[in-house]
């Protein structure tokens, strides 16, 4: 799938705004402030909600130059996960 139709996708299936990116493994990701959820699209239509999330990780994420390395290092294994696969 495109990248900018599964982003769409994301959005219709969480009702959250993504932000797309340039990385290896990662599409794109959104947040919600009011349940403060980070919600990650990677490739291969995997998807993964991190719950209680504060909004400065969120924001360091946007900012950091390597999305992957910043999730890997302070949001993967620190948050409750769910992940999800989108079905075509």
Not at 7 to 21: A, D, F, K, Y
Not at 29 to 45: C, E, H, I, T
Not at 62 to 67: I, P, T, V
Request: aromatic share 12%; proline share 2%; with cysteine.
């Amino acid at each position: 799938m495109e990248k900018n139709k599964y982003l769409e996708s994301v959005e219709m299936n969480t009702g959250v705004e993504m932000i797309p990116c340039e990385s290896s493994n990662i599409e794109g990701f959104g947040y919600d402030s009011k349940k403060k959820q980070l919600w990650v699209a990677f490739k291969g239509n995997r998807v993964y909600r991190y719950d209680d999330v504060p909004y400065e990780i969120c924001n360091e994420l946007h900012q950091a130059e390597s999305k992957g390395k910043y999730l890997a290092k302070n949001i993967k294994n620190k948050f409750e996960t769910t992940g999800y696969e989108l079905r075509n």
